[in-house]
């Protein structure tokens, strides 16, 4: 059964769509409001919230303090409410995955693992294979996404918060501050929630452009292989490549990511403590809250979104927030540069291997609109800046020491490649050789030093 619900369509009124964002059916009438800004908007004067009547600002308050009321347990970040933006966002417009759709998918999966044999040593992960529509991905993914911006939420949220709860009542009309200080109370909620609404928003557009579970880089999707029949459809609609070739092409890389993580269960540990690091190191500029507090224009739907943008109050990082940033792009850049060179091997009895290939490192590289939504928020990219260096560093070892040695790599962090060998992927063996080297000749040492073999001369 598909899940029904409301769709944003191109002429969809602005005012009118944030007001169904934050009130739902309910939604204040946007005509009455647009009337009173007009007034002012004609001569340039800021919009006076007295114009209004105050039945429907009473109203609009309520609805307010409907959508910002939950549990004490969801904390200063309105976890539920951006769930259910990230499914409203995606209603009548997620069809249900069928049998039939969902066998297609655990076929390709399928055969999928036996090309890779073929073209890698590490073994299959041996996960449950999944088919989800966009809602059920949202489900099945929230508390991770939870856990990954959970610190940037927080420290963002409490700020807006404080902003707009010193800096707003003395903004409104006078007839309108005694009602606002009624309201105290349940403002310490607001900038949760609209993060909450923001982030659901981000993670809905999100739930209509991955393709599987590790699409994003992250196992996102928990230990299994995931893939949507419905966004896989529609990437393959315009390529002129047969829809049995896109699954296929799409679940090899799918199931080599998962190779990767379930074989090297420290990779996905060290990719969320990098995650976790970077979201530690945020300070958020409180000035410039309490700047857009001050420039916020009620007349322009689009400045409310921009106010609750996450990234506009989060500095360029620095120091230990800015290495945890660089090296976990660059475990990303080395996670999709070896499913390239893998996927790439694997896919040869695909005749449209090469255009399918040349599709996905585009996308990768460029990102949808729905990562740069989502980084805009928190601040994180998620694309891997040097794909290309990565699959280069990849394929010259696989020649130099071939297959075995490659996968090997991935058994310790010890081993990984750094940026240093992202610059000289030829020197990559040599430096681990002399660090090896090293490691030996520092265990000797010990050995005899435990020993008592060495004179005290």
């Given at each position: 059964?598909?899940?029904?619900?409301?769709?944003?369509?191109?002429?969809?009124?602005?005012?009118?769509?944030?007001?169904?964002?934050?009130?739902?059916?309910?939604?204040?009438?946007?005509?009455?409001?647009?009337?009173?800004?007009?007034?002012?908007?004609?001569?340039?004067?800021?919009?006076?919230?007295?114009?209004?009547?105050?039945?429907?600002?009473?109203?609009?308050?309520?609805?307010?303090?409907?959508?910002?009321?939950?549990?004490?347990?969801?904390?200063?970040?309105?976890?539920?409410?951006?769930?259910?933006?990230?499914?409203?966002?995606?209603?009548?417009?997620?069809?249900?995955?069928?049998?039939?759709?969902?066998?297609?998918?655990?076929?390709?999966?399928?055969?999928?693992?036996?090309?890779?044999?073929?073209?890698?040593?590490?073994?299959?992960?041996?996960?449950?294979?999944?088919?989800?529509?966009?809602?059920?991905?949202?489900?099945?993914?929230?508390?991770?996404?939870?856990?990954?911006?959970?610190?940037?939420?927080?420290?963002?949220?409490?700020?807006?918060?404080?902003?707009?709860?010193?800096?707003?009542?003395?903004?409104?009309?006078?007839?309108?501050?005694?009602?606002?200080?009624?309201?105290?109370?349940?403002?310490?909620?607001?900038?949760?929630?609209?993060?909450?609404?923001?982030?659901?928003?981000?993670?809905?557009?999100?739930?209509?452009?991955?393709?599987?579970?590790?699409?994003?880089?992250?196992?996102?999707?928990?230990?299994?292989?995931?893939?949507?029949?419905?966004?896989?459809?529609?990437?393959?609609?315009?390529?002129?490549?047969?829809?049995?070739?896109?699954?296929?092409?799409?679940?090899?890389?799918?199931?080599?990511?998962?190779?990767?993580?379930?074989?090297?269960?420290?990779?996905?540990?060290?990719?969320?403590?990098?995650?976790?690091?970077?979201?530690?190191?945020?300070?958020?500029?409180?000035?410039?809250?309490?700047?857009?507090?001050?420039?916020?224009?009620?007349?322009?739907?689009?400045?409310?979104?921009?106010?609750?943008?996450?990234?506009?109050?989060?500095?360029?990082?620095?120091?230990?927030?800015?290495?945890?940033?660089?090296?976990?792009?660059?475990?990303?850049?080395?996670?999709?540069?070896?499913?390239?060179?893998?996927?790439?091997?694997?896919?040869?009895?695909?005749?449209?291997?090469?255009?399918?290939?040349?599709?996905?490192?585009?996308?990768?590289?460029?990102?949808?609109?729905?990562?740069?939504a989502f980084g805009s928020l928190v601040g994180l990219d998620l694309r891997p800046r040097r794909l290309h260096d990565a699959t280069k560093l990849w394929t010259t070892i696989q020649e130099a020491e071939g297959v075995k040695y490659r996968d090997a790599i991935w058994e310790s962090q010890l081993w990984l490649p750094t940026d240093e060998d992202l610059d000289d992927p030829e020197g990559y063996i040599k430096r681990r050789e002399t660090a090896d080297e090293q490691s030996a000749s520092l265990d000797d040492d010990l050995k005899k030093l435990l020993e008592g073999g060495f004179d005290d001369n």
């Amino acid at each position: 059964m598909s899940n029904q619900g409301p769709t944003n369509g191109d002429d969809q009124d602005p005012m009118e769509e944030m007001f169904r964002r934050m009130f739902g059916d309910n939604a204040p009438d946007p005509e009455e409001i647009q009337r009173a800004m007009q007034q002012f908007g004609a001569s340039g004067m800021p919009f006076d919230p007295s114009m209004m009547n105050p039945q429907m600002m009473q109203n609009i308050m309520a609805q307010f303090q409907s959508m910002m009321a939950s549990s004490d347990d969801d904390g200063p970040v309105k976890w539920d409410l951006a769930k259910q933006t990230a499914r409203q966002s995606i209603a009548g417009q997620d069809p249900s995955v069928g049998s039939f759709a969902a066998k297609e998918i655990d076929d390709a999966l399928r055969v999928a693992d036996a090309w890779l044999d073929h073209a890698t040593t590490i073994e299959a992960a041996n996960v449950p294979i999944v088919a989800w529509s966009r809602a059920e991905w949202v489900e099945a993914t929230m508390e991770n996404w939870r856990e990954m911006t959970e610190p940037v939420a927080v420290s963002l949220s409490e700020a807006l918060t404080r902003a707009m709860t010193e800096q707003l009542p003395g903004q409104l009309p006078e007839e309108f501050q005694a009602a606002f200080g009624q309201m105290q109370p349940m403002m310490k909620n607001l900038g949760g929630s609209m993060f909450g609404l923001q982030l659901g928003q981000a993670i809905g557009e999100l739930a209509q452009e991955v393709l599987s579970g590790t699409d994003t880089g992250f196992p996102i999707a928990g230990q299994r292989m995931a893939m949507l029949p419905v966004n896989i459809e529609e990437f393959g609609d315009g390529l002129s490549v047969e829809a049995d070739q896109v699954r296929i092409y799409l679940a090899l890389r799918e199931a080599a990511r998962m190779r990767l993580f379930a074989n090297s269960p420290w990779l996905a540990r060290d990719l969320m403590a990098m995650v976790q690091q970077y979201a530690a190191g945020i300070s958020i500029d409180v000035s410039a809250i309490e700047d857009a507090v001050q420039t916020l224009d009620p007349m322009d739907p689009e400045s409310m979104n921009q106010m609750f943008s996450g990234s506009m109050f989060i500095p360029e990082p620095e120091g230990a927030q800015k290495a945890a940033i660089d090296q976990l792009e660059t475990l990303l850049a080395l996670i999709e540069g070896w499913v390239d060179v893998v996927v790439t091997e694997a896919a040869k009895p695909l005749e449209s291997a090469e255009a399918l290939r040349e599709m996905i490192n585009r996308r990768r590289a460029a990102g949808g609109p729905a990562e740069h939504a989502f980084g805009s928020l928190v601040g994180l990219d998620l694309r891997p800046r040097r794909l290309h260096d990565a699959t280069k560093l990849w394929t010259t070892i696989q020649e130099a020491e071939g297959v075995k040695y490659r996968d090997a790599i991935w058994e310790s962090q010890l081993w990984l490649p750094t940026d240093e060998d992202l610059d000289d992927p030829e020197g990559y063996i040599k430096r681990r050789e002399t660090a090896d080297e090293q490691s030996a000749s520092l265990d000797d040492d010990l050995k005899k030093l435990l020993e008592g073999g060495f004179d005290d001369n």
